[in-house]
């Protein structure tokens, strides 16, 4: 038999060994390993129903105070909550709002990730960046 026949056969064997040994359940640490080919077990993690966003929504908030040169706007909803919020660039007209309504789409939370803040005479539109409720 010559070197490279020998070589095959033990590296044959010591792929059989290790297959071997995946083969067979071993406790280790506690912990039971499945045999080879059983089905892996499930794993369903727990998501609170607070953190599942609800749909999105669009909601007509007033204009309380615009200032222009940080772009921010304190703005308040139906309900009575008054937020500070940060928009990005799009609604260059929103000064014009000021006293009046307008809109917000949330994907999730009110003003949370993804809103943007909507002028709906003057079809312009920004991102929310940030927002803070506050006191009245």
């Not at 070197?3 to 290790?18: E, S, T």
């Not at 039971?32 to 794993?43: I, L, V």
Request: with cysteine; net charge neutral.
């Amino acid at each position: 038999m010559n070197m490279k026949a020998i070589a095959c056969v033990i590296g044959v064997a010591c792929a059989g060994v290790l297959l071997a040994s995946c083969a067979s359940p071993s406790a280790v640490g506690g912990y039971e390993y499945p045999q080879f080919g059983s089905p892996a077990p499930s794993y369903t993690p727990a998501v609170p129903r607070a953190a599942v966003a609800p749909r999105s929504t669009i909601e007509a908030v007033a204009v309380l105070k615009v200032m222009d040169t940080d772009y921010k706007a304190i703005i308040q909803r139906g309900n009575g909550e008054m937020y500070l919020v940060e928009y990005g660039i799009g609604v260059i007209s929103i000064w014009r709002y000021e006293g009046k309504v307008v809109l917000i789409h949330s994907p999730g939370l009110f003003c949370g990730v993804g809103s943007s803040i909507i002028l709906p005479d003057e079809d312009q539109k920004a991102r929310i960046w940030n927002a803070e409720q506050i006191q009245q």
